[in-house]
């Protein structure tokens, strides 16, 4: 993370990890409401899950807002969560089912032996015939679970949108950087006010000093004036 300062107050800092979760997680969201881009719906659950992370070590710095979408990145982290278990255990349950076809096609066609052609009836005693239903089953299930919760995860992302959750944070932590930046500021401008006093103070110093070395030398020559002066009578 970059521009963190640790001699800054750990608000500050806080509201520039904030800034880069939040756009990161919300860079996602075109790609994500999109059905098939399991990437990004991953993406998106790993960014939310950062955000909400930060923001339980740190949602007291930015306020009510920060509380706010801490609980709906929770929420969003774990609808998509649910969503990309569909996505690793549709590819797991299909290869499953492949394998065991594959098994048993080899096996059947072993007992065909020398055959000229294969009699339907042995493709009927395959070993695994009565596990396809239920792989077949589950398949199914895991695709209507999944877009289901890819309807619910759409609706969620809208609302947030609507009520202006990720806004409102957003609008938090520009305040706290733009009253940083401010402090920033005045304190570039105290400094460079205390030097240009410290250099007037010296020059009004180096002033005085030139003052009275002139004065001094102002007297010895009137000293030497009045005494080159020739007395009556002498």
């Known amino acids: 993370m970059k521009k963190l300062?640790?001699?800054?107050?750990?608000?500050?800092?806080?509201?520039?990890?904030?800034?880069?979760?939040?756009?990161?997680?919300?860079?996602?969201?075109?790609?994500?409401?999109?059905?098939?881009?399991?990437?990004?719906?991953?993406?998106m659950r790993i960014a939310a899950k950062?955000?909400?992370?930060?923001l339980e070590s740190t949602e007291f710095c930015l306020g009510r807002s920060a509380a706010t979408a801490r609980r709906r990145a929770r929420d969003l982290q774990d609808l998509l969560?649910?969503?990309?278990?569909?996505?690793?255990?549709?590819?797991?349950?299909?290869?499953?089912?492949?394998?065991l076809r594959e098994a048993d096609a080899v096996a059947v066609r072993e007992r065909a032996g020398?055959?000229?052609?294969?009699?339907?009836?042995?493709?009927a005693r395959a070993s695994h015939r009565t596990s396809y239903r239920?792989?077949?089953?589950?398949?199914?299930?895991?695709?209507?679970?999944?877009?289901?919760?890819?309807?619910?995860?759409?609706?969620?992302?809208?609302?947030?949108?609507?009520a202006g959750t990720w806004d409102r944070l957003e609008r938090a932590v520009a305040r706290r950087l733009?009253?940083?930046?401010?402090?920033?500021?005045?304190?570039?401008?105290?400094?460079?006010?205390?030097?240009?006093?410290?250099?007037?103070?010296?020059?009004?110093s180096d002033a005085a000093l030139r003052a009275a070395s002139a004065a001094a030398d102002l007297q010895a020559a009137r000293r030497t004036v009045r005494g080159g002066i020739p007395r009556p009578g002498g």
């Open 5 to 43: 300062d640790r001699h800054e107050p750990l608000a500050d800092n806080a509201a520039r990890i904030v800034r880069v979760r939040l756009k990161e997680m919300r860079s996602f969201g075109p790609g994500a409401l999109e059905p098939q881009r399991t990437g990004a719906q991953h993406d």
């Open 50 to 54: 950062r955000l909400r992370y930060v």
């Open 81 to 99: 969560g649910e969503l990309h278990d569909c996505d690793v255990m549709l590819p797991r349950v299909e290869g499953h089912l492949a394998e």
């Open 114 to 123: 020398e055959a000229s052609d294969l009699d339907p009836r042995l493709a």
């Open 134 to 162: 239920g792989l077949e089953m589950l398949i199914v299930y895991l695709q209507a679970r999944r877009g289901l919760l890819f309807d619910r995860f759409r609706e969620f992302w809208v609302e947030q949108e609507r």
């Open 178 to 204: 733009r009253a940083a930046r401010e402090r920033r500021r005045a304190a570039k401008r105290a400094e460079q006010a205390r030097h240009e006093l410290e250099a007037a103070e010296r020059e009004k």
